[in-house]
T-cell receptor, first 113, second 112 residues
């Protein structure tokens, strides 16, 4: 079992829908991350939150909107996505932002129709 | 562009054999980490080696780091079918950015 929980595990949505991905950790970590991973490719960093503040935004399109309501929760709000946004979305956390090992959830498999 | 490139892209071995994966990177780093990803799952941290270390062991894993060549290797000894997974190196470039960049990965298949 992973210590980072992501919901839902699978999500199918149309290009006009609005949905949210959720991530939760209770390890007391103060850095949380969103990654996008395409098949047979490495994870690509999207956003980093450090102490609930957005620290890094890797020039992600505005149809992806992150939110960190508190130190344990991380959301990714989705709106008007494109078919090329279909991917595995991974959440991770670490004690602090930087060089420490990251703990990953099992991801949300997103399919855009 | 990706910081780390790994080779081979894919590796198939028999159970009991050793598996070696290599990672090359481009810039100075604070540390280098290795992760495993089973099919359909998230990544699992395996080992971290700091830039001032040359070798590190953890169970059946041995990692080396050569900062002069900007390269690292991961050796899995006495492989098992359960080691079948993708393996990624991840670097923390010494740029103050404080974020990992993952290599392209090696897909390891261990035949029982």
């Amino acid at each position: 079992d992973t210590e980072v929980t992501q919901t839902p595990k699978h999500l199918v949505m149309g290009m006009t829908n609005k949905k949210s991905l959720k991530c939760e950790q209770h390890m007391g970590h103060r850095a949380m991350y969103w990654y996008k991973q395409k098949a047979k490719k490495p994870p690509e960093l999207m956003f980093v939150y450090s102490y609930e503040k957005l620290s890094i935004n890797e020039s992600v399109p505005s149809r992806f909107s992150p939110e960190c309501p508190n130190s344990s929760l991380l959301n990714l709000h989705l709106h008007a996505l494109q078919p090329e946004d279909s991917a595995l979305y991974l959440c991770a956390s670490s004690q602090r932002q930087g060089y420490q090992p990251q703990h990953f959830g099992d991801g949300t498999r997103l399919s855009i129709l | 562009s990706q910081q780390g490139e790994e080779d081979p892209q894919a590796l198939s071995i028999q159970e009991g054999e050793n598996a070696t994966m290599n990672c090359s990177y481009k810039t100075s780093i604070n540390n280098l980490q290795w992760y495993r990803q089973n099919s359909g799952r998230g990544l699992v941290h395996l080992i971290l080696i700091r830039s001032n270390e040359r070798e590190k062991h953890s169970g059946r894993l041995r990692v080396t780091l050569d900062t002069s060549k900007k390269s690292s290797s991961l050796l899995i000894t006495a492989s098992r079918a359960a080691d079948t997974a993708s393996y990624f190196c991840a670097t923390d470039p010494d740029t103050g950015r404080r974020a990992l960049t993952f290599g392209s990965g090696t897909r390891l298949q261990v035949q029982p």
